[in-house]
């Protein structure tokens, strides 16, 4: 059961991304659209990175977890590698729980 779900979103997704390369060129956007669009992406990627920052369960996570989120934030702003930001990420976080810190 869980492959056929699987499978039917992997075609799912498949068939909606190429439905836009097909029709890009029949349907012709404004303007103000066409700026919006990649803003829109943005504000989307920003509301679910926050969404599973701050909440668990439908309840706040604690205060842990944002303030491990803000270090790798301010590592990956500082151009830090990657690994680095995640293994920091983490650390913090994982360190303010020990503290007792919820």
Do not use: K
């Amino acid at each position: 059961m869980l492959i056929a779900v699987i499978l039917a979103l992997a075609a799912g997704t498949f068939g909606l991304r190429l439905t836009g390369v097909l029709l890009r060129d029949r349907l012709d956007l404004p303007e103000w659209s066409r700026r919006l669009l990649p803003v829109g992406a943005a504000a989307l990627l920003a509301a679910l990175a926050a969404t599973a920052a701050l909440t668990e369960a439908a309840h706040f996570a604690g205060y842990a977890r944002p303030v491990g989120v803000l270090a790798g934030v301010l590592l990956a702003w500082r151009r830090a590698p990657f690994v680095l930001v995640v293994v920091a990420a983490a650390g913090v976080t994982a360190l303010l729980r020990l503290l007792g810190v919820p």
